[in-house]
């Protein structure tokens, strides 16, 4: 196995030890959480250009990537709902989406065609990611960063929830838009009987 999916893979683990993070009550626990957040972001963009300049790209790789983004984000945000940070109406919309897109990769795969992920997927995910981490960043503002420094910081961290919450919007008009877009382009492909 190389570097780049090494790399992928690894997101997997991370997400059971943010979302782990999220319940534990001792200070710097939401802070650990943040950073390993952003240490996960940090390898979805490495193993892309790992993968890239070693010449490393594969179906797993594009495959992989995807599904391990879905599952470090589908893990958060279930999490997220338990906390009472988002409802569970807009994560089952994100949800429905990604399998149905997921399916339509692998009947595609099935076919000998990849699916590589589209702008407006990435545009979703990036808008997911800085959702999930503006909900992070409030906590550990509120849990952690007020503990440290002795100081109320309520106002700081209501505007990381507000950010969370306008990004998560945001992020379920473009999740589900970028799945009507996978359906008008992919569609014939994925249902034809051939």
């Known amino acids: 196995m190389n570097l780049a999916n090494l790399l992928t893979l690894s997101r997997i683990p991370l997400m059971f030890i943010i979302v782990g993070l999220l319940y534990m009550n001792w200070t710097g626990a939401a802070t650990l959480a943040f950073l390993l957040f952003v240490v996960a972001g940090v390898t979805d963009w490495l193993d892309g250009l790992v993968a890239r300049r070693q010449g490393l790209v594969s179906t797993f790789g594009i495959l992989m990537d995807a599904l391990t983004d879905k599952v470090l984000m589908l893990g958060l945000m279930i999490a997220l709902v338990d906390l009472d940070k988002i409802s569970i109406f807009l994560v089952l919309l994100i949800l429905g989406r990604e399998f149905m897109v997921t399916g339509m990769r692998l009947v595609a795969a099935t076919k000998g065609v990849v699916l590589s ?41 209501q505007w990381g929830d507000w950010v969370g919450m306008g990004l998560f919007l945001l992020a379920t008009v473009f999740t589900l838009t970028s799945g009507y877009n996978y359906f008008r382009k992919y569609g014939k492909l994925v249902f034809s009987e051939e």
């Not at 503006?134 to 503990?147: G, H, I, K, Q, W």
């Open 117 to 157: 992920a589209e702008r407006s997927g990435k545009q979703k995910t990036l808008t997911q990611i800085l959702s999930i981490g503006a909900f992070l960043f409030a906590d550990m503002v509120r849990t952690d960063v007020e503990a440290w420094l002795g100081v109320e910081l309520t106002d700081l961290a």
